[in-house]
């Protein structure tokens, strides 16, 4: 069965600084990987997602992550939080064809001081 | 365009009451999900619509909950009859085709049975 692990629940990191959001996924075939964003009452915003060819995917709101398959990570990554950066954020596997459903970790809310 | 809706979009009830929620997607999206996170917990998937057919609901915790989804437009879930443990947070989301398509999702129901 597939699973994800974001370890961090929780993280702060003061605006400006660089942010590393940690995700590891287990699944036996080639996932379909993604990064959701919750803002505080929003739904859930696609920041971006990773389904083959380079590693490296570039997002929404100068985001990227770097899919790493011998160490089943895909990583999170911005060179500048802003403020507006805070809120939780969620990584999610999808099956490869003809399964749908995504399999999502528990979240890390990412807290940004001033 | 509108996005993914859902209502209501709070729900206060108490234990053995009846409740239902109602997802509306994006127009001419095909596929439609339930999801829902308990307090601290990760997001999990509930079921799959393809039009109007529940193409894997595997995620249905129980026979208390029944979704269904006339004419392949909006869905309703209802839970019949709540319990404390159902309390949580229900997203629905829709994608165009299933496979390689983004699922959008609505802001969310927040419900608490008392």
């Known amino acids: 069965a597939q699973s994800v692990t974001q370890p961090d629940i929780h993280i702060t990191v003061s605006e400006g600084a660089s942010l590393e959001l940690r995700c590891n996924y287990s699944?036996?075939?080639?996932?379909?990987l993604f990064w959701y964003v919750q803002s505080p009452g929003q739904g859930l915003q696609l920041l971006l997602k990773y389904f083959s060819g380079d590693t490296l995917v570039q997002g929404i709101k100068g985001f990227e992550a770097e899919f790493k398959r011998s160490q089943s990570s895909f990583n999170l990554r911005k060179p500048s939080v802003h403020w507006s950066d805070a809120a939780e954020y969620f990584c999610a596997v999808g099956a490869n064809f003809g399964n749908e459903k995504l399999t999502f970790g528990t979240g890390t809310r990412l807290t940004i001081i001033p | 365009e509108a996005g993914v809706t859902q209502f209501p979009s709070h729900s206060v009830i108490e234990k053995g009451q009846t409740v239902t929620l109602r997802c509306d997607p994006i127009?001419?999206?095909?596929?439609l999900y339930w999801y829902r996170r308990v307090m601290g917990k990760e997001i999990k998937f509930l079921l799959h619509?393809?039009?109007?057919?529940?193409?894997?609901e595997s995620g249905m915790p129980n026979n208390r909950f029944l979704a269904e989804r006339t004419g392949g437009t909006y869905s309703t879930l209802k839970v019949q009859p709540a319990e404390l443990e159902d309390s949580g947070v229900y997203f629905c989301?829709?994608?165009?085709?299933?496979?390689?398509?983004?699922?959008?999702f609505g802001p969310g129901t927040r419900l608490l049975v008392l």
């Open positions: 989301a829709s994608s165009q085709e299933a496979g390689r398509e983004t699922q959008y």
């Open positions: 699944y036996g075939a080639t996932p379909y």
């Open positions: 619509f393809v039009k109007e057919s529940k193409q894997d």
């Open positions: 127009s001419g999206h095909d596929n």
